[in-house]
């Protein structure tokens, strides 16, 4: 955990990155007492993921200066949905990111443009299910 940017990085040292916040996040929940969901400083991990949002695009970067795509945006989402911070600031834009990342051919592309994957399929539409916006 990283007290002054809040969010987890991968080992010691290393700088908070969405990927292993989620990891953390996912197995704190899995230990599920008191103690191991207190170790989230809710405050911190707010200011981590509103730094990550990307307002021009309403995506999440995964990490500072890192890129938008969304994997970003899945597991920004869902951490924050997992520790009640999941406010209209954070999820504004982010529907619409996520179905900008939709192919041609209907499955889902890590960012608009690109050609679809299984992985990235599967985190468009599960941030569009946290966000309640699969109609």
Known sequence: WDGAAGGFGGGPGQLPHCAPTYAAALAL????????????DR?????????????ASGGFRM???G???VRGT??????????????????RGAAAYARRCQTYEGGFG?????EAHGGYAFCALAALVILNETG
């Open 110 to 114: 890590g960012e608009p443009g690109v």
């Open 63 to 65: 990490h500072d200066d």
């Open 74 to 91: 899945y597991t920004a989402l869902a951490v924050a949905s997992l520790f009640n911070v999941l406010t209209p600031e954070l999820a």
């Open 29 to 40: 929940c899995c230990v599920g007492t008191r103690q191991a969901l207190d170790a989230v």
């Open 43 to 55: 405050r911190g991990l707010y200011r981590f993921l509103s730094n990550m949002k990307d307002a």
């Open 67 to 69: 890129e938008v795509d």
